[in-house]
C-alpha cells in the first residue's frame, strides 16, 4: 500500500468550509485536502458559527459561500471577524455581481470556477495575512477565473 505524503502548504491547518450546496462543499473539502489541508464541512453560517464555538482553536480559516440561505457567507464573515479575528475568512462566490454590488468587505474573494492553484494561493495569503496581523485590516485582491493572480507587466499599445 502506497501512503501519499501531504504537501508541506498545509499540515495542521483546518480550514472551516461553509457551502449549503453539498457537492459544492465535498469539492471544496477534496480540493484543500489535496492540498494538505484538513476540513470541517458546514451546511449554513449557524452551523459555522456552532462549530466555532465549540472549538475555535482547531481553524485557521473560514472558506465560506457567499450566497446562502438564511445568513449569508458577508454576513458570516463579518461575525467571525468580530468573534474570531485570529481566523482568516475567504468568500467564495458564482455571481460576481453579488460581489460588485456589496463589495469585498476587506476579505480575500474567489470566484467560481476556481483551480486547485487558484485556491492554494488564496489560502497562503490569507494565512500570511494573519500571521503578519492583518486579519482586519487586510487589503485582498480578487483572484479571477482563469488569471493566475500573478502580476504582469502591462502588456505594449497595440497599433
Known amino acids: 500500500m ?8 498545509g499540515p495542521d491547518i483546518y480550514v472551516l468550509v461553509v457551502d449549503d450546496n ?15 489541508y484538513d476540513s470541517v ?5 449557524e452551523q459555522a458559527l456552532a462549530e466555532l464555538a465549540r472549538n475555535c482553536d482547531r481553524f485557521r480559516v473560514v472558506f465560506s459561500d457567499v450566497v446562502m440561505p438564511g445568513m449569508t457567507g458577508v454576513e458570516l464573515g463579518n461575525r467571525v471577524r468580530r468573534e474570531y479575528p485570529d481566523i482568516a ?9 453579488i460581489l460588485a454590488r456589496h463589495g469585498d468587505h476587506g476579505f480575500e474573494l474567489l470566484h467560481k470556477p476556481y483551480s486547485i492553484e487558484q485556491l492554494s494561493r488564496v489560502l497562503r495569503k490569507a494565512i500570511a495575512g494573519l500571521a ?14 482563469g488569471h493566475s493572480g500573478a502580476s504582469r507587466p502591462p502588456s505594449p499599445p497595440r497599433r
Request: zero cysteines; glycine letters at 12%.
Open 132 to 145: 503578519a496581523g492583518r486579519s482586519a485590516e487586510y487589503q485582498p485582491r480578487r483572484i479571477e477565473p
Open 2 to 9: 502506497w501512503l501519499r505524503k501531504r504537501p508541506a502548504t
Open 22 to 36: 453539498v457537492g459544492v462543499g465535498n469539492f471544496a473539502a477534496m480540493a484543500l485536502r489535496e492540498l494538505g
Open 41 to 45: 464541512l458546514t451546511a449554513n453560517g
Open 89 to 97: 475568512v475567504i468568500l467564495v462566490s458564482g455571481f460576481s455581481d
